[in-house]
């Protein structure tokens, strides 16, 4: 008798026996609704990606996509939900270089760490910021917006969406390269602070151009510059910062979805290959690009690249600029 097949035999068996949870976890799945968490309120760049995309992709599951709006402590609390979930693949985030790369700077004891608590599913659009002013401010260029600092410190001031938050960060680095200071006036989210900068109470506010747009051709408020490296085809007149000859300042934030880091790699290739073809589909990319943004298209390798590269950029920094949260 053969023993060594015996116990290849039993080795095999065993393996398979193993498996069989995995395969019916990939076949039942999903067989409840999902939970995407936006960390932030209604109304902001994170909200409109997270409904975008959370409404096909529950046509796609044939289960609802949950948009759960998580705030609080800037973008932490939504983050940190979804990074201590269950790993089920039913509860996903929303995760931007806002709360993925600038949080890891922002905070010391930061509840959760954007590189082993998280794993990408796929990044879906970038946007730059446009820096708006209100629709009064005597100012009507950022050269303008400068000189005018430059002679009255900290008379002016900026909203932005909370300590660390991208608004504040891209805003921030703006001061400091053209050595002028302003000042901050942070809010609990970006539809706080329209409220103000729509109401004449603020002077300045850099948000992303898909929620700041609506408000500029409204005449609501003023677009003084967009921060990305090149001019917007639906802002052709808004100058980039770097146009301006003001500083040299680049920063486009992408979004996307992520889930709790140890999910099921069976269910983690089902939630990606059925946000790619959300992602790719023509009024998904027409709503982005109508809104100001750049779809992204990348292979799983370079969305992993992208994250780590920005992850450790951008919370770098934060720490220079010496921000620290409320």
């Not at 395969?23 to 409904?51: E, I, S």
């Amino acid at each position: 008798m053969d023993t060594t097949l015996d116990r290849r035999s039993v080795m095999a068996a065993a393996l398979a026996m193993l498996a069989m949870p995995k395969l019916a976890l990939a076949q039942d799945w999903p067989a409840k609704p999902l939970k995407l968490v936006v960390p932030q309120p209604p109304g902001g760049g994170f909200d409109f990606v997270g409904r975008l995309l959370g409404e096909r992709l529950s046509r796609a599951l044939g289960q609802p996509v949950i948009v759960d709006n998580r705030s609080g402590s800037g973008t932490v609390v939504g983050t940190d939900f979804v990074a201590k979930a269950p790993a089920d693949g039913y509860t996903l985030l929303v995760g931007s270089v806002s709360n993925l790369a600038l949080n890891m700077g922002l905070y010391k004891n930061l509840p959760y760490d954007s590189l082993r608590d998280f794993e990408p599913l796929g990044l879906a659009v970038a946007y730059s910021y446009t820096l708006m002013a209100r629709k009064d401010l005597p100012q009507g260029t950022l050269k303008d917006v400068v000189a005018f600092a430059k002679a009255n410190p900290k008379k002016l001031n900026y909203a932005s969406a909370g300590n660390g938050s991208g608004q504040h960060v891209i805003a921030a680095a703006l001061w400091q390269q053209a050595g002028v200071e302003l000042t901050h006036v942070p809010y609990r989210g970006a539809q706080a602070a329209y409220q103000d900068l729509l109401g004449g109470r603020v002077d300045l506010f850099f948000d992303l151009s898909p929620t700041a747009r609506p408000q500029v051709v409204a005449g609501n408020a003023k677009a003084l510059a967009v921060s990305g490296a090149s001019r917007l085809p639906t802002q052709p007149d808004v100058p980039t910062i770097g146009e301006t000859g003001v500083a040299k300042l680049e920063l486009e934030s992408w979004f996307g979805l992520f889930a709790p880091a140890k999910t099921p790699p069976a269910v983690l290739e089902r939630l990606r290959a059925e946000l790619a073809k959300v992602i790719a589909m023509p009024e998904v990319m027409d709503s982005f690009v109508k809104a100001g943004g750049k779809p992204l298209a990348l292979s799983q390798s370079d969305t992993h690249a992208l994250v780590r590269k920005d992850v450790e950029r951008w919370s770098r920094t934060v720490r220079e600029l010496g921000i620290q949260p409320e």
